[in-house]
Nanobody, 116 residues
Framework: QVQLAESGGGLVQAGGSLRLACIASGTISSIDFMGWYRQPLGKEREMVATILSGGTTNYADSVKGRFTISRDNAKNTVYLQMNSLKPEDTDVYYC??????????WGQGTQVTVSS
């Protein structure tokens, strides 16, 4: 069984920064894929940023240049540094991990609110 625990969400003014963290715990062989997603109200969940085990990253166009995803393989942790936040970044952010020979897991989500 694998659990994902997110932290770091909160309320920030536009232009501010937040850093999200997601720790995977349980029986973990290797984490092939880690990522952050968000789900705007009334819409489908969308990719924000992803990072593969080798370090290759991918970003949504809306966050390029503002957000940075990173991971610490020794700690089974993925981070999302969010700078220059905008009100439209307000959402619940979900962590996702794909673990080799085990499965695809999601966290419970952490709320990010950006005030104008």
């Amino acid at each position: 069984q694998v659990q994902l625990a997110e932290s770091g969400g909160g309320l920030v003014q536009a232009g501010g920064s937040l850093r999200l963290a997601c720790i995977a715990s349980g029986t973990i062989s290797s984490i092939d894929f880690m990522g952050w997603y968000r789900q705007p109200l009334g819409k489908e969940r969308e990719m924000v940023a992803t990072i593969l085990s080798g370090g290759t990253t991918n970003y949504a166009d809306s966050v390029k240049g503002r957000f940075t995803i990173s991971r610490d393989n020794a700690k089974n942790t993925v981070y999302l540094q969010m700078n220059s936040l905008k009100p439209e970044d307000t959402d619940v952010y979900y962590c996702r991990c794909i673990i080799a020979r085990t499965g695809d897991y999601w966290g419970q989500g952490t709320q990010v609110t950006v005030s104008s």
